[in-house]
C-alpha cells in the first residue's frame, strides 16, 4: 500500500479508537508522513460534549485541525492504522 496525500486513516490502538487522520504532506527523507486530526477517540469526544458540571481531573483536548507525524512504515503495515475510503463527517466542537 503506498500513502498519499488526501488519505484518511483511523487508529486501530483500542485506547484511540474512533481517531481519525487525513495525510496532508508526506516527507520522503526522513519518511515520515504529516497528518491533520479528523476526529477524536470516541471517550475524549464524549467528555467534549459532556456538560454536565463537576468535578473532573482531566481535561480533554480537542485536537480536531491539529497535526502528528508519522512514520510512513507504520501507516502502511496495517497493524497500527487502516486506511478509511470515506472519511467521517465531523460536527460540534472545534478549536
Known amino acids: 500500500m ?14 484511540m479508537e474512533g481517531r481519525t ?5 508526506i516527507n520522503h527523507s ?9 476526529s477524536n477517540p470516541s471517550d475524549v469526544e464524549g467528555l ?3 456538560e454536565t ?3 473532573r481531573n482531566y481535561q480533554p483536548k480537542d ?6 507525524k508519522i512514520a510512513i512504515e ?3 503495515d496495517g497493524k497500527h ?9 465531523v460536527s460540534g466542537p472545534q478549536g
Do not use: C, H, N, W
Open 2 to 15: 503506498t500513502v498519499a496525500i488526501g488519505q484518511t486513516y483511523k487508529d486501530l490502538d483500542p485506547r
Open 21 to 25: 487522520m487525513r495525510v496532508t504532506a
Open 30 to 38: 526522513t519518511s515520515k508522513a504529516l497528518l491533520e486530526i479528523v
Open 48 to 50: 467534549l460534549r459532556d
Open 53 to 55: 458540571p463537576g468535578t
Open 63 to 68: 485536537r480536531v485541525g491539529k497535526t502528528t
Open 74 to 76: 507504520r501507516l502502511e
Open 81 to 89: 492504522f487502516a486506511r478509511v475510503e470515506t472519511p467521517p463527517v
